[in-house]
């Protein structure tokens, strides 16, 4: 059986040499790596899977880089993610950068040094380090949110939903059923979809007519214990609020549990509206009015469309809207408290 030794001996290399050709490290040529491929061929060496992936051009492995898998949103995501490549035939290597540049920077960075065949990333806000970064690992990628402005001249697809349009319907309920003191409680200027969902809950109140002031917005987090601190301080600063839309469903349940420790009855004396629609939201003494993201349909698709990306010799940019619906429960009611 030849080995790579017959290589590195016949073409009068050194065995590190072909065995970095073989792992397709950056440091070795092009045409090196040509020669050894046909020397393969010639000697009829059986190679690994590293070497299958030179010859083929492919590795079967794809990257997921996301924020904080073990939020229950992107946790549903991966799972939809993993069934698709799965069945493709496809390894996931995973990424947790909790929104940190420095983690998302060296994550692609060592990408760069592995043979994958594509990724799907979440990411926060690009600088340029980054944006090169993408362009440089030259390979099909799918954004789990909207390209932003300084964004749209890479060639990468995207998959989302209308965060502003979601939050507008889910403020615009609130207000139907008579409330016009509604806070505003949200996860970090980090996070992509922020900025929508607060202009959604903004434009809303500004259409209805209702006045608002910095007081009506508290920027926390994203955990349950930052949905108590931040309806603690909503309430410290608007003691009239009578309804509260959070920016995802684990701040609503921190709200809700706050407001039940101190006494305050939901919806009675205040209602509270999520965005997610998490398996939790549902629980009985939840019952969370919220609004529903698709979130393993988001990442089958997402998948999906990598899938078709790597499989095609001429990748199409494609941006895909999922929709939304305002899924109605207990936490919500009429403003029964100043009536």
């Known amino acids: 059986?030849?080995?790579?030794?017959?290589?590195?001996?016949?073409?009068?290399?050194?065995?590190?040499?072909?065995?970095?050709?073989?792992?397709?490290?950056?440091?070795?040529?092009?045409?090196?790596?040509?020669?050894?491929?046909?020397?393969?061929?010639?000697?009829?060496?059986?190679?690994?899977?590293?070497?299958?992936?030179?010859?083929?051009?492919?590795?079967?492995?794809?990257?997921l880089m996301l924020s904080d898998i073990t939020d229950p949103f992107f946790s549903e995501v991966a799972l939809g993610v993993e069934e698709v490549s799965s069945k493709s035939g496809y390894q996931v290597i995973y990424g947790n950068t909790f929104l940190n540049l420095e983690k998302e920077k060296r994550f692609l960075s060592s990408l760069?040094?592995?043979?994958?065949?594509?990724?799907?990333?979440?990411?926060?806000?690009?600088?340029?380090?980054?944006?090169?970064?993408?362009e440089q690992l030259e390979i099909p990628i799918v954004f789990l949110r909207k390209l932003r402005e300084n964004e749209q001249h890479l060639n990468v697809s995207s998959i989302d939903v209308n965060h502003y349009k979601a939050a507008y319907?889910?403020?615009?309920?609130?207000?139907?059923?008579?409330?016009?003191?509604?806070?505003?409680?949200?996860m970090s200027k980090d996070v992509s979809e922020e900025e929508d969902r607060l202009k959604g809950f903004l434009d809303c109140l500004e259409n209805h007519n209702i006045n608002y002031t910095d007081d009506n917005i508290i920027i926390s987090g994203t955990g349950i214990e930052h949905g108590g601190t931040g309806v603690k301080q909503l309430l410290n600063k608007k003691s009239n609020i009578t309804a509260i839309f959070t920016a995802n469903d684990l701040l609503a349940?921190?709200?809700?549990?706050?407001?039940?420790?101190?006494?305050?009855?939901?919806?009675?004396?205040?209602?509270?509206?999520?965005?997610?629609?998490?398996?939790?939201?549902?629980?009985?003494?939840?019952?969370?009015?919220?609004?529903?993201?698709?979130?393993?349909?988001?990442?089958?698709?997402?998948?999906?469309?990598?899938?078709?990306?790597?499989?095609?010799d001429h990748v199409k940019k494609e941006e895909v809207e999922l929709d939304t619906k305002l899924i109605i429960r207990k936490s919500t009611g009429g403003n029964q408290l100043h009536s």
């Not at 016949?10 to 045409?31: C, F, H, M, Q, Y």
């Not at 309920?173 to 806070?183: E, M, P, Q």
């Not at 629609?277 to 988001?298: A, F, G």
């Open 1 to 63: 059986m030849k080995t790579i030794k017959d290589i590195a001996k016949e073409l009068g290399l050194s065995v590190s040499t072909v065995s970095r050709a073989l792992n397709d490290k950056p440091d070795i040529k092009k045409e090196t790596k040509e020669k050894i491929l046909e020397e393969m061929k010639r000697l009829n060496y059986s190679p690994n899977a590293n070497a299958r992936s030179l010859i083929q051009k492919k590795s079967n492995i794809i990257g």
């Open 112 to 134: 760069l040094e592995r043979k994958i065949d594509g990724l799907i990333m979440k990411p926060g806000k690009l600088d340029e380090e980054l944006l090169r970064l993408i």
């Open 169 to 186: 319907r889910a403020v615009e309920y609130l207000i139907k059923l008579g409330h016009v003191n509604i806070g505003f409680i949200g």
């Open 253 to 312: 349940i921190g709200a809700l549990e706050w407001l039940v420790k101190n006494n305050y009855k939901v919806p009675e004396n205040i209602s509270v509206v999520g965005f997610e629609n998490l398996e939790i939201s549902s629980l009985h003494w939840i019952n969370l009015t919220t609004v529903d993201l698709p979130r393993k349909k988001i990442g089958i698709q997402a998948a999906e469309m990598l899938m078709n990306m790597v499989s095609s």
